[in-house]
């Protein structure tokens, strides 16, 4: 039996970037379904649309790092908050609230984020 992949279309102006992302985290999982299992990847598809209308408390804004590393001697770049592709922002936010497992990149596949309105994007 083939299972239904609900789509769910969440505007992200004015919420909170921590909120955001562990909501959309638990309907990617499948957490919202009743027949949820830890092994099975249960979830739906996750449209988020304004993400550079996202909020954050405090001043993480100025001040929170965004490191990117090569591996290799001297390739370290560090950006601050408002340097960042609000896109980014976002996907590492709901790829932490994820657990470390073989699923999470099957999980990640679903999400779909859009910086601007939602016109007739999917």
């Known amino acids: 039996m083939k299972r239904i992949v609900k789509t769910h279309k969440i505007d992200a102006s004015g919420k909170i970037l ?3 992302a562990t909501e959309v985290a638990d309907l990617l999982r499948g957490k919202n379904n009743p027949n949820f299992a830890y092994n099975v990847d249960g979830g739906d598809q996750v449209v988020i649309y304004n993400t550079s209308k996202v909020k954050v408390t405090g001043r993480k804004a100025e001040y929170k790092p965004y490191f990117k590393h090569s ?3 001297g390739s370290e770049k560090i950006k601050t908050y408002g340097q960042m592709d609000p896109n980014i922002i976002l996907y590492h936010a709901v790829s932490g609230m994820l ?5 999470k990149q099957k999980w990640l596949k679903r999400l779909k984020l859009y910086v601007g309105e939602l016109d007739g994007k999917e």
């Open 71 to 73: 591996g290799r001697p």
């Open 18 to 20: 921590g909120r955001l």
């Open 99 to 103: 657990p470390q497992n073989k699923l």
